[in-house]
């Protein structure tokens, strides 16, 4: 199953952007990227330029993601987002001034038709991969719709959420690995779930820094070693991920969520340089 995530929806009112990403089975590499969290219109903006020209330069085609709220904090201080409303927004206004497919994720199902009307993609949290209404208000809108594994389910458990939102009416499925738990704050990756996952019949993402997080780590924050993530990122290309999941920052140790584990920007192009050359073998 192969479909474009950025060609708009003229019922939704949604236009397209100029260089719509392609995923599938058998499509180039492609990599969702962008901060944790909404910090800012203007850090948006920027990073998402940043974006730009590391597609251009890369060749790799890249999706604006970032979070409107993040509902699932460690601790209830802790910054959630600018909100719905604002949020969506400022994600909008990042599709205009970059051209860039956007992506986001929904905690709520009341949250999924307002969202489906401004990116190009809806993200489900893998805490959430089971919920049955929030899969199926994702797929109603007809956006594609990206779920991440839960940490606690095995490869093979993600059939259930995928047929959750096929039987909505829903083909444009993506499925994310993002880590499994491995005793108190600590994940491990097995590079195996990725081929299991590519086997019910949709592209298969790894997330290279929420693999690096260690869950609740420092009490009222999660740690991370985002120094792995492109060790990471490489092996699971390797593996046969079909895109990367990576979140960026202008000043990781500065973000306003997931700093332990979210990589510096400047880092980003050398890593899709390298991860593009070995996509590109493994698949000759």
């Known amino acids: 199953m192969n479909f474009k995530i950025g060609v708009g929806d003229a019922k939704a009112g949604l236009s397209s952007v100029a260089n ?12 969702m990227a962008g901060p944790c969290v909404i910090e800012s219109c203007v850090l948006c903006i920027d990073i998402a330029k940043k974006l730009v020209d590391i597609a251009r330069n890369t060749g790799v085609g890249i999706i604006f993601k970032a979070s409107f709220d ?5 601790s209830i201080n802790s910054f959630r987002g600018p909100g719905l409303e604002k949020g969506l927004d400022i994600l909008a206004a990042v599709r205009q001034k970059t051209n860039l497919p956007v992506m986001t994720d929904v905690h709520e199902p009341s949250q999924a038709d307002a969202a489906g009307k401004v990116v190009d993609c809806l993200q489900v ?3 959430l991969c089971r919920q049955t209404d929030l899969l199926c208000a994702c797929a109603k ?21 995928v047929e959750k939102v096929r039987s909505c009416k829903n083909e444009k499925i993506i499925l994310t690995e993002r880590g499994t ?20 019949g949709y592209p298969v993402v790894f997330d290279a820094t929420h693999s690096t997080q260690q869950p609740g780590g420092r009490g009222i924050e999660s740690g991370g070693l985002r120094e792995m993530a492109p060790i990471l990122a490489k092996a699971a290309v390797a593996a046969g991920a079909n895109g990367i999941f990576i979140e960026v920052h202008n000043k990781p140790d500065e973000a306003k969520s997931d700093a ?13 340089t390298v991860c593009k050359q070995i996509f590109q073998i493994i698949r000759r």
Do not use: H
């Open 70 to 74: 993040k509902a699932n904090r460690s």
């Open 260 to 272: 332990a584990s979210i990589m510096p920007i400047d880092w980003l192009q050398d890593l899709l």
């Open 125 to 127: 949290p893998a805490f």
């Open 141 to 161: 809108t007809s956006c594609p719709v990206n779920i991440k594994k839960g940490q606690f389910l095995s490869p093979e458990q993600m059939k259930n959420a």
């Open 20 to 31: 719509p990403v392609e995923v599938g089975l058998d499509t180039p590499l492609f990599v």
């Open 181 to 200: 738990f491995f005793g108190y704050n600590r994940l491990v990756n097995d590079m195996t779930a990725i081929e299991t996952m590519k086997k019910l």
